[in-house]
């Protein structure tokens, strides 16, 4: 990397607001010296880096303000044209709403307004821009109230802008700033309250006055920017490095600003009811995210130097973190996980410190989140951490808390923009009707940043805090057990790379417990998941110091078949005997069929028949796991002739169960690949789950659990393809229509034209037979592949919505009540 661009990169980074000891003024005259130097040979690139750096570091919009407005003293039209680029890129984002790169240039706009290289005037004509469209858009009468969404977009970022130029505005254009403020109160006045009813189940533990007064965020942060204007637009939240340079700075130039057009709206449903008005005001919701409540960071403690706008300005950096995390550059940082962990973000007065792993610490000891370099948590930053992060609205921060992965894909919640940052998991515990909760956090193992051992040693504490929280539980929901045992599934895996080693005897106390107890089921999760990952007496062998824990080992993994023994109906024994015999020699699927329903079916019945086949099929592939996918490929067909609907899909599930009750991990996966093969559908393996013999599992096993994660997680990946292959065919559809649409005139433009050609010697107009053969064979080609490919899309599609519509009207797929 280039001297200029590794100074435009780093900037500041070695100033006391990041934890060094330089001072703002000094790196920016030398890194504004470099670039002055580089302008004549390297303007273009400059230009393109400097302006990817304020999108994508826009903590550091201030210093690349002021080097920009230093740069104006030098050279004018370079800075010209970064105020071009600029106004191209928000127009752009305006017309794509693209909500973060809107925030983040308006902010840019706002310091280049401070450092005198934008006009205040023109900064007000931009807002005044995005006031007049926000308006326009509540405005019943004129406009489409059902996009306030985006109207109050619009609002947050002016209000977001002013913390950074505020002060110089009123300074310099008071009375186009009282404008307008004038003009948002009139906003606020006609506007909807948006409501966070998403948050209303959650009460409040440490802080009894969080909800300020029912106020939603926009509303909140006008009230935040209206103390601040009442202070006078002054606090230290913000770094203004451009008060260092004003004596330089007022002699530039300040340039001009061309206007900006608010992209429009959809015109209002024409029949007003609430299902148009719902669906469009979803649509602006999604297009334009809407934050909910304020992110509370700082201990009450810690809050009476503290203004209520630091609060906002934390939050905007939280987002600008985020994102910087979450890949959004497009410039090629190569090392920009090593100047995040280099330099950790140590904001003003050390409240608040980001590092890559995605930890937030606060000062004081009982605010301690884990860290690269910790393993220590604490109820304080749990309560924390929980209650704050349910003011974040879904689709802005990277922290979503749910139950667990499957009733996610079983809802289809809604994504986030971010990368994970924290691998977590959430329980909701009730204690004499109210309710609290827990979040236990654990560094990303996919963020590299930490070796092997350190992250096995916060899995380990993770998963310490998880039980002792289980031991405090009156009585186990069936949320609450099912979260004990996915997390035993992950602490089983992170034992398997440290030898199996535990302090077992800890925790051999356990077997006192009820078999529903959580600590128990944590145990015996725990133990099945090294079995799978290793084999039952190198297991056993690690529990020596609790030998008694070997009461909670499953079973050595034997099949169970019914016809292993002597004892018991010899007719059955016979059957399955013949049925051995049968696919020894090879005896075809048709073959067998054909014996089934000629002497099995109509002498012995359905439930003999299925036990038999059932029993004996899964005995000849209960070798390995590659004779069992054998078994099904070749005698599929047989199954799926025996069991051609859901109850008797239920009752060979039930048998599948039975021969592998010894082995959970069998169990799963050959009901798993039953389902791939379409010998069972996933409404029979959720009637299963949740039969009644099934059913007292839910406290003590993590068994149907697995098998209905498998079930949901097959399902979704099947809807998402399906969807993909019709978008695909949608396009493949155009792209043959035009085709054909383009040979057919190809033909009759030939029709019409006609060419000499000999005849007995005589020049004649005619056809060209050659060339019309040809024509008429692409325009028949063309034709049926326009065909073929409209009958495929009509039959995926057809198989989309029987697949929906089996899932919609069955009960078994919707929410499922829990506790």
């Not at 406290?699 to 498998?710: A, G, K, Q, T, Y």
């Not at 005589?762 to 325009?779: F, G, H, I, T």
Request: aromatic content about 10%; overall charge negative.
């Amino acid at each position: 990397m280039s001297s200029w661009r590794s100074l435009v990169l780093r900037i500041g980074e070695k100033c006391s607001e990041y934890g060094g000891n330089a001072d703002y003024k000094d790196q920016l005259e030398t890194c504004f010296g470099v670039v002055r130097r580089e302008l004549l040979h390297s303007g273009e690139d400059i230009l393109t880096f400097l302006l990817q750096c304020a999108e994508q570091l826009p903590h550091k919009i201030p210093l690349y303000g002021t080097l920009v407005g230093l740069l104006n003293l030098e050279d004018e039209d370079f800075v010209r044209k970064v105020l071009e680029n600029t106004h191209e890129n928000l127009q752009v984002a305006l017309d794509s709403g693209n909500c973060n790169r809107m925030r983040i240039l308006l902010r840019f706009l706002t310091v280049l307004m401070c450092s005198k290289v934008l006009q205040p005037s023109a900064l007000v004509v931009l807002f005044e821009t995005l006031l007049s469209s926000a308006a326009t858009t509540v405005d019943e009468d004129k406009g489409n109230p059902s996009w306030q969404a985006c109207a109050d977009f619009y609002i947050t970022c002016i209000l977001s802008c002013l913390p950074w130029g505020g002060a110089e505005l009123v300074e310099q254009i008071p009375d186009e700033m009282d404008r307008v403020m004038m003009g948002i109160q009139a906003y606020m006045s006609i506007r909807r309250h948006v409501s966070d009813a998403g948050c209303s189940p959650f009460e409040y533990i440490d802080d009894k006055n969080q909800g300020e007064g029912g106020n939603d965020f926009l509303e909140d942060l006008w009230s935040r920017i209206q103390d601040l204007s009442g202070k006078g637009w002054k606090l230290d939240s913000v770094p203004r490095p451009h008060l260092s340079f004003e004596p330089q700075l007022v002699a530039g130039k300040s340039h001009d600003f061309g206007p900006l057009n608010c992209p429009e709206l959809p015109a209002p449903p024409t029949l007003v009811t609430g299902i148009a008005f719902g669906k469009q005001k979803h649509e602006a919701e999604l297009k334009y995210p809407q934050r909910i409540r304020r992110l509370n960071i700082f201990p009450a403690t810690k809050t009476e130097d503290l203004q209520p706008i630091d609060r906002f300005v934390v939050e905007e950096y939280l987002l600008d973190v985020l994102f910087f995390l979450n890949g959004c550059n497009h410039f090629g940082i190569e090392a920009k996980a090593e100047t995040l962990v280099a330099e950790d973000f140590l904001f003003k007065g050390g409240w608040i410190i980001f590092y890559l792993a995605g930890a937030i610490v606060g000062p004081d000891e009982d605010m301690i989140l884990l860290l690269p370099n910790s393993t220590f948590i604490s109820q304080s930053i749990i309560r924390w951490f929980i209650w704050t992060s349910a003011r974040l609205f879904l689709s802005d921060f990277a922290v979503v808390i749910v139950p667990n992965e499957s009733q996610v894909r079983l809802v289809v919640l809604p994504g986030v923009p971010f990368q994970q940052l924290w691998l977590g998991l959430f329980v909701l515990l009730s204690d004499s009707g109210h309710w609290s909760a827990v979040s236990i956090l654990c560094h990303n193992v996919t963020s590299g940043s930490s070796d092997k051992k350190h992250h096995g040693l916060v899995v380990a504490w993770k998963c310490c805090i998880l039980y002792s929280y289980a031991s405090n539980v009156q009585s186990a929901s069936l949320e609450l057990c099912y979260s004990i045992t996915t997390e035993g599934i992950d602490f089983g895996f992170d034992r398997s790379n440290f030898q199996f080693i535990w302090p077992w005897e800890e925790w051999a106390y356990v077997l006192d417990l009820p078999k529903w107890a959580p600590q128990r089921v944590f145990v015996q999760e725990v133990l099945e998941r090294e079995v799978r990952l290793s084999y039952w007496d190198k297991i056993k062998q690690s529990i020596e110091s609790a030998p008694a824990l070997e009461e909670l080992l499953p079973p050595k993994g034997t099949a169970n078949f019914t016809y292993s023994a002597e004892d018991g109906d010899q007719t059955e024994h016979g059957l399955s005997a013949e049925l051995n015999r049968m696919v020894k020699e090879r005896v075809t699927s048709r073959e067998i069929i054909s014996w089934i329903e000629d002497h099995l079916l109509p002498a012995h019945g359905l439930d003999v028949t299925l036990r038999v086949i059932i029993q004996t099929l899964l005995n000849i592939g209960s070798k390995s796991f590659t004779h069992l996918i054998t078994v099904l490929e070749r005698y599929g067909q047989v199954i799926a002739r025996i069991c051609p609907d859901q109850d008797q899909q239920v009752m060979l599930i039930s048998e599948v169960s039975s021969f592998w009750k010894n082995n959970a991990q069998m169990t799963a996966i050959a009901i798993d690949r039953m389902m791939g093969y379409r010998l069972i559908s996933n409404v029979a393996i959720v009637r299963w789950v949740f039969s009644s013999s099934i059913v007292n599992q839910f406290h003590v096993s993590d068994r149907p659990w697995e098998i209905l994660r498998n079930a949901l997680t097959k399902t979704f990946n099947r809807i998402t393809d399906l969807r993909k292959e019709i978008l695909s065919l949608k396009k493949s559809v155009l792209l043959a229509t035009e085709a054909a649409s383009k040979a057919e005139a190809d033909l009759e433009d030939a029709k019409s034209k006609l060419t000499l050609t000999l005849v007995d010697g005589e020049p004649v107009l005619a056809e060209n037979p050659v060339k019309m053969k040809r024509l008429k064979s692409n325009a028949e080609k063309t034709k049926e592949e326009e065909l073929s490919t409209k009958e495929s899309l009509e039959a995926k599609e057809a198989l989309s919505c029987e697949l929906v519509m089996k899932l919609r009207y069955k009960k078994y797929f919707c929410w499922i009540p829990i506790g």
